[in-house]
């Protein structure tokens, strides 16, 4: 079967194509709306530009197809393989992904909006510029855990994006857009996350472990219990963040924004924080053993049972905070 006898047949009203061997076929944009190509050989096959919205391609054998430009909005792709494929600037908003082997994939300006990517492998994928907004990539007893280790994620739009217990280690978020996103239980160890934009976002109990948040904007966001051992935060904005319990132990918070933020019985042990502003935070029985407090702003901070006997607090604003025993600093 070729292109011409597929699209001769779709024309005259059939649409179900299951097991088709169409290796290499040329389908330059066809309109190829709602056809069925459950467990199709599409290997090499070209599909640039092509229209395959509502399609079925599940269990497809799509590796090294050529699909950018492609509408793949609200197309059912589970398990298909999508391994090296060339999906730059497709379109899959609202598609069903789950457990798809998207490995390597070109999906630069890919727009995965809405998308379903449980379970989808996206290990070394490149996704720079991705629109990602309100995708579901959330793990589900390990049933539909997405992989994207070693992805590239470089100033992707992952607003509101549900990324529960991914594993997003050591990728390259630098620039991406998670704003309002859900990040619970994630892996970040060692991620790029520089100059990211996590206003809002949901990182509770998250593993950011020696990961790169240099000039990141984490306003508002909830980081309860997250780890931050050993993490790169010169010149973030963490004003109103919630970090209850977080873990930052020599963490560089050099010159970070952590005014009205509640760090109560968080670990700074060791940590940079030179010239940070702390104005108004919540330091309530923090551990600040050993802390570089140097030029810092304290002011109005409440500090009531925090250990800072050993900190360095040269230079240190503290007009008006309240001190660990409970007097009120003039």
Not at 34 to 54: E, P
Not at 95 to 105: G, I, M, Q, W, Y
Not at 246 to 264: E, H, I, P, V
């Amino acid at each position: 079967m070729d292109a011409t006898e597929v699209l001769k047949r779709y024309a005259d009203g059939e649409t179900k194509f299951i097991e088709a061997n169409l290796n290499g076929a040329n389908f330059f944009g066809a309109d190829l709306i709602g056809i069925a190509l459950n467990k199709a050989d599409l290997q090499n096959a070209i599909l640039i530009f092509s229209y395959l919205n509502r399609a079925i391609l599940n269990r497809a054998n799509l590796i090294r197809t050529k699909l950018s430009g492609a509408n793949l909005n609200q197309a059912s792709l589970i398990s298909a393989n999508l391994h090296d494929a060339d999906l730059h600037g497709a379109s899959l908003q609202g598609a069903d992904l789950r457990n798809a082997n998207l490995t390597l994939a070109e999906m630069l300006d890919t727009n995965l909006m809405d998308a379903d990517l449980r379970g989808a492998d996206l290990a070394g994928a490149n996704l720079t510029g991705a629109c990602l907004r309100g995708a579901n990539l959330r793990e589900e007893k390990r049933m539909y855990s997405a992989s994207l280790r070693g992805a590239n994620l470089h100033k992707a739009d992952l607003r509101g994006a549900d990324l529960t217990g991914v594993d997003l280690a050591k990728v390259d978020l630098s620039g991406a857009n998670l704003s309002e996103a859900t990040l619970r239980y994630a892996d970040l160890s060692d991620a790029n996350l520089s100059e990211a934009i996590l206003y809002n976002a949901s990182l509770s109990d998250t593993n950011m472990r020696g990961a790169n948040l240099k000039g990141a904007n984490l306003m508002n966001a909830r980081l309860e219990r997250s780890n931050l051992i050993d993490a790169e935060l010169t010149g973030v904005n963490l004003r109103g963040a919630i970090m209850a319990d977080t873990k930052l132990t020599r963490a560089k918070l050099n010159r970070a924004n952590l005014s009205f933020a509640r760090l109560n019985r968080v670990d700074l042990s060791r940590a940079n924080l030179r010239e940070a502003n702390l104005t108004e935070a919540d330091l309530v029985d923090a551990y600040l053993a050993r802390t570089d407090l140097t030029g810092a702003n304290l002011s109005k901070a409440n500090l009531i049972r925090a250990e800072i006997s050993s900190a360095n607090l040269t230079g240190v604003d503290l007009r008006g905070a309240v001190m660990p025993d409970g007097t009120i600093n003039n």
